[in-house]
């Protein structure tokens, strides 16, 4: 909530705490002061008592106000000075090859290992997800299943989920249909097949920057190149810069993440959203969109995908339930529109089929309500711990750090300052048992080498509260 008047929030309860973050920064409420009952504020202004309840919490996670028991909400002793946002980026308008595999293996073996505080890979807390409800229910599907279940189940995918998932469309505006989807082993097989679908090895694939690494390895094993095209760390992909890539490169597909991107956390405005598609559309080019964040927003209402505004069937929807219900399942599906067929081809190419049973049990999860019972308690938890995480690293590292400032997903992108090497850092970090992602796997340029990414997808603890005050402490020694 720093300089909270320049601050232009979108969400309801976002403006309620940023009205009051104003009367402290004015001194309109001072330290100690009571500010007004959930109640009061409530029919004051005019909104309801679960939208107050947001904007406390976020005015508490971000260290204006402290609640006490059976008394309310208080401002605290000392109003806090957070880190300031980073700026669009700026890479090189240049074609590269793609090569980071043998960082990248180190960088995930290392936050596998027992006893590292694991802040870098993007992933939900196994504590915040059902497991124990979704595994009775794939309990009861094996117990009535019939020996159809334990036939390939060939391309499109379990005809139920894929009803299923087509229904949930209707939330963000889409009408999708079950004979739209395929289903697939996780998001980034998704990814990888429409990529195959539509272009070729030596091809070259416009992303946002900084990129998911994940994406830098398809590209890698697909043998295509990557354009890194600037990105807003708000707003997403810079639209002038991609439509003038668009004038001076080849560009076979764009590939980008509209909605939470992986790792800056931006989520592309509406309007942002059509025009792409509409640019993309009038030239031809396919648009593959990774929309596995998309639930996990923090405000009143899903965003629309890209997908939304696709009319001609030139946006390639992917998606996955691994990052906030079973990542163990591995069920992903897209939508790939005129590109269906061959999709599906490469379906058959690659993996044959998918398991029957977890799709079964992810699709009655979904006809049950469990499942949207189960996102409104995980978006409130992960809200809470982004911001958490937000406040800690204002807290704990050097000045003239900045940190994103996400509306939904789990992750925050940390631009440190320059002097501090990201990769000398990671390496400093294992030795305390510390585990982060470096900018250097975001990007084919050196221009992310001071950044690093955090995954806020841990309930907030002691344990990695120290761990941010180590890296802090280990970051300022860099600068002197």
């Known amino acids: 909530m720093e300089n909270s008047t320049s601050l232009k929030p979108t969400l309801l309860y976002e403006q309620v705490a940023h009205q009051i973050a104003a009367l402290i920064q004015r001194g309109t409420l001072r330290s100690g002061d009571r500010i007004p009952s959930v109640r009061q504020l409530r029919s004051d202004l005019g909104v309801s008592m679960s939208t107050v309840l947001e904007a406390y919490r976020l005015l508490e996670s971000e260290g204006w106000v402290e609640a006490r028991p059976q008394s309310g909400y208080y401002v605290r002793s000392t ?26 293996l180190e960088v995930l073996a290392t936050a596998r290992r027992p006893g590292v505080v694991s802040l870098g890979i993007s992933e939900t807390s196994p504590a915040l997800l059902p497991t ?41 505006g889409g009408s999708l249909s079950a004979e739209d989807i395929v289903t697939t082993w996780g998001c980034m097989e998704s990814i990888n097949l429409c990529l195959r679908a539509v272009a070729k090895p030596g091809d070259t694939i416009a992303v946002e920057s900084p990129v998911s690494y994940a994406f830098l390895q398809s590209f890698e ?6 354009l890194e ?18 004038q001076t490169h080849d560009i076979k597909a764009v590939l980008i ?23 993309l559309t009038q030239v031809q080019i396919p648009l593959i969109e990774d929309d596995a964040l998309g639930e ?13 505004f696709d009319t001609e069937g030139m946006v390639m929807l992917c998606s996955s339930f691994s990052k906030d219900l079973a990542p163990g399942y591995r069920v992903g599906w897209t939508a790939p529109g005129r590109f269906r067929t061959q999709v599906e081809y490469m379906k058959h190419l690659s993996t044959i089929a998918n398991c029957t049973l977890p799709q079964l049990a992810v699709a009655e999860f979904l006809q049950s309500g469990s499942y949207d019972r189960h996102l409104r308690r995980l978006r409130k938890a992960l809200a809470i711990q982004v911001q958490q995480m937000f406040h800690a690293i204002g807290e704990f590292f050097p000045e003239g750090t900045k940190v994103t400032r996400p509306t939904g997903g ?45 995954n806020c997808g841990y309930p907030w603890s002691s344990e990695i509260e120290q761990a941010l005050a180590i890296l802090g402490q280990l970051a300022k020694q860099q600068g002197l």
């Open 296 to 308: 996990l927003y923090f405000g009143d209402h899903r965003p629309k995908p890209a997908k939304a």
């Open 132 to 172: 124990l409800r979704l595994n009775q229910f794939l309990s009861k599907v094996a117990r009535h299943a019939d020996i159809s279940t334990n036939c390939y189940d060939f391309p499109p995918g379990n005809e139920f989920l894929r009803r299923r998932i087509a229904k949930r469309s209707l939330n963000w």
């Open 410 to 454: 789990m992750i925050l992108w940390v631009e440190l300052p320059k002097t501090v090497d990201a990769l000398q850092l990671y390496r400093q970090a294992v030795q305390h048992n510390i585990s982060i992602m470096p900018g250097h796997l975001f990007s084919m340029t050196t221009q992310y080498q001071h950044c690093i990414r955090i």
């Open 221 to 226: 094993s697909l043998g295509m190149k990557v």
């Open 257 to 279: 993440i509209p909605t939470f991107s992986n790792p800056i956390g931006s989520c592309m405005p509406e309007d942002n959203k059509r025009q792409l598609v509409e640019m």
């Open 79 to 104: 109003a806090p000075i957070l880190p300031p946002e980073p700026s669009i980026s700026a890479p090189a308008p240049v074609v590269m090859d793609v090569g980071i595999s043998t960082l990248l």
């Open 229 to 246: 095209i600037p990105t807003h760390p708000r707003d997403g992909i810079s639209l002038e810069a991609l439509e003038a890539a668009i």
